[in-house]
């Protein structure tokens, strides 16, 4: 359904540990949300991102559910405590069942 | 002034529409907020939204929320076709219980955020947005 789903992530290179960042993560689909008809009065069925989480070394950062309301191209931001060096995996969860993922390195000195 | 049977029937139902439409909107939202606080009654204070006073596109407009303490915290717009915009559930791991995104509007309405706190309190909080072009398509 949705083509060309990029998704973008911004973490810091590094960090003191426990130092508290700031994750900005960006991706780009039409979150189609079920409400606007096509040119022909059909409406058109709803495909968005309904599930987004972010994971550092196995362990919940957030997890965010995502409703129709959200804009086209999900901008998302958060906080994130790095207790050491590791790997932060974000992933977005389609209504179409596809699954978009992907994954920071991040070194704490 | 005096008003013939017709307008007087016209008037009658149009005052009807105009206190009934409210309120199917206001069902729609208690609801969703019922449906996330379990029936709690949530207070004022401890939680923080921010968003524009004036979105001149209701198609992103930006958010955020902030409630130190909280272990979920939703977002709700009153007279959006359907209430519920996202709720963010903090994980061990949360730098700051403090989340931003882009929403969508339908039109001037407010804005609520319902944190759930760690105590299994429920604060919340709202604004007003007024928006120029609604951003639900048509």
Known sequence: MADNVTPRVRVPRDAAAGDTITIKTLISHPMESGQRKDSDGNTIPQSIINRFTCEFNGESVVEMILEPAISTNPFIEFQATVPESGTFAFTWYDDDGSIYEESKDIAVS | ?????????????????????????????????????????????????????????????????????????????????????????????????????????????????????????????????????GGCGG
Do not use: C, H, W, Y
């Not at chain 2, 004022?44 to 596109?57: K, S």
């Not at chain 2, 930006?62 to 977002?75: H, L, N, Y």
């Not at chain 2, 007279?79 to 403090?98: C, I, K, R, S, Y």
């Open chain 2, 1 to 133: 002034m005096s008003f013939s049977r017709r307008e007087t029937i016209l008037m009658a139902l149009g005052a009807a529409a105009a206190t009934t439409l409210p309120m199917q909107a206001r069902a729609a939202i208690e609801d969703a907020i019922a449906a996330f606080t379990d029936g709690a009654e949530p207070t004022e204070g401890g939680i923080t939204l921010t968003a524009p006073e004036i979105a001149e596109n209701g198609n992103t407009v930006p958010i955020e929320v902030s409630a130190p303490g909280a272990a979920a915290i939703t977002i709700l717009a009153a007279d959006n076709p359907t209430p519920d915009v996202a709720t963010f559930n903090f994980g061990p791991l949360a730098g700051a219980q403090a989340a931003s995104t882009r929403m969508r509007l339908a039109g001037t309405q407010d804005v609520i955020a319902i944190a759930r706190m760690n105590d299994g309190s429920f604060v919340q909080a709202s604004q007003e947005v007024k928006v120029t072009i």
